[in-house]
């Protein structure tokens, strides 16, 4: 059918997490639960530069996933979103029972903070 070409759907998400201004959120959301590994990185990529409020849970949830990369493009997505600062990130790490979900937003908490020294000078 129309979406079977998995290859495809990823290009496609990555394109609009690089041009689309949220017309097509609800698209990208669609594909963060996909049974291709790839299509939920794109996925969770797209969502950590064209995510809301509204996608912080389902990045939360990506940090259980059962592939590394996902759990750590979900993390990082979660901590460069422009409106997540470090006290929710703290509470969310407090919140989670998935060690590897809290391993992957601890490590995603590391970076952040390094960057933002890096960028104070």
């Not at 990045?59 to 409106?83: G, K, N, Y």
Request: aromatic share 6%; with cysteine; charged share 25%.
């Amino acid at each position: 059918g129309k979406y079977d070409n998995e290859n495809l759907i990823a290009a496609c998400i990555n394109v609009l997490s690089e041009v689309d201004h949220g017309e097509r959120l609800e698209l990208v959301r669609s594909f963060a639960h996909h049974n291709n590994w790839v299509i939920r990185l794109q996925a969770v990529m797209a969502l950590g530069k064209l995510g809301t409020a509204d996608d912080v849970p389902l990045l939360v949830d990506m940090l259980s996933d059962h592939e590394w990369w996902i759990r750590h493009r979900a993390a990082q997505s979660l901590a460069t979103l422009p409106f997540i600062d470090h006290t929710f990130l703290e509470d969310t790490i407090a919140q989670l029972t998935d060690k590897y979900a809290i391993e992957a937003l601890q490590q995603a908490v590391v970076e952040k903070m390094a960057i933002e020294k890096a960028i104070a000078g």
